[in-house]
């Protein structure tokens, strides 16, 4: 006879024999069951039902007809290459032509399923942050799924580690945010002739000159805070002066001084002690 510190009797003696014979049941079945026990109020806690599914991508699921535009913030991280995989791509054994004919074809059939299931074509509004890509192979996946976004009009790709995005094209993108990332260049930026608000906070953006480059789109807000080109002399007049439509610059509209660089005589460059 044991009791808990709330006061719940835990003994097994004290169980109905049915609770019993059902713990017995559970132990039996070879179903793993993570059991923890709550240190406030003494109850055992099971996992949910779903939670053997919890490294498993949504299209992926048997039965399930979810379609990537209906999902949020889908993860998309992919675990990389199986062994069958690299089997079929003939990196680690050489199986005979016939049967590797065979698998390309059920492994195409497969592929062109999900991508159907994937939708990504029809998404317009779409989150992939914290994404977590520390592989090739996941980053690899994950510029394909880019490449595919030509109708997303907000994209959200936060904390990914990203640096280099110039090979892809986002047609209809208006909202951007790339905060958190690796890129160093403007250049570096994917296509976006209809961007109109982009956010390059905590990169690692060092000059200001190619900001000419997007010059030519609608660009209305643009945020470069925590890059080092933010402590640059006359870093809000340059950053006018090269994309003249802009009208907010990390959160601070334009401001009347922000229009011409002030200019910087020899006297004020003169130290003077008295």
Not at 56 to 74: F, K, N, T, Y
Not at 244 to 264: F, Q, R, T, Y
Request: overall charge negative.
């Amino acid at each position: 006879m044991s009791e808990s510190s709330s006061g719940v009797n835990t003994s097994s003696d004290s169980l109905p024999k049915s609770h019993t014979s059902q713990g017995s049941e559970l132990r039996d079945t070879h179903t793993p069951l993570s059991v923890e026990q709550s240190p406030d109020s003494g109850f055992v806690t099971t996992p949910l039902p779903s939670h053997r599914f919890r490294f498993i991508s949504w299209h992926r699921l048997e039965e399930s007809d979810v379609r990537g535009d209906q999902l949020a913030c889908p993860r998309v991280r992919e675990a990389g290459p199986t062994e069958e995989e690299l089997f079929l791509r003939g990196e680690q054994y050489a199986p005979y032509a016939g049967e590797r004919r065979t698998r390309r074809r059920e492994d195409e059939g497969q592929r062109w399923e999900e991508r159907l299931q994937e939708n990504w074509e029809n998404c317009v509004e779409l989150n992939l942050s914290y994404q977590d890509l520390g592989d090739p192979y996941q980053l690899e996946n994950f510029n394909r799924i880019l490449r595919r976004l030509i109708r997303v009009e907000r994209l959200q790709l936060v904390d990914n580690s990203l640096r280099d995005l110039s090979s892809v094209r986002l047609p209809r993108c208006k909202y951007l945010n790339l905060h958190r990332n690796h890129l160093t260049s403007i250049r570096q930026l994917p296509k976006m002739p209809e961007i109109q608000h982009l956010c390059l906070s905590e990169n690692s953006i060092a000059t200001l000159g190619e900001l000419a480059l997007l010059g030519a789109t609608p660009l209305q807000s643009l945020t470069l805070r925590r890059n080092p080109c933010e402590f640059l002399e006359d870093y809000r007049p340059r950053v006018f002066s090269c994309l003249p439509k802009l009208c907010v610059l990390d959160g601070i509209p334009k401001l009347p001084e922000d229009s011409v660089p002030s200019p910087i005589s020899a006297a004020s460059r003169l130290c003077t002690i008295l």
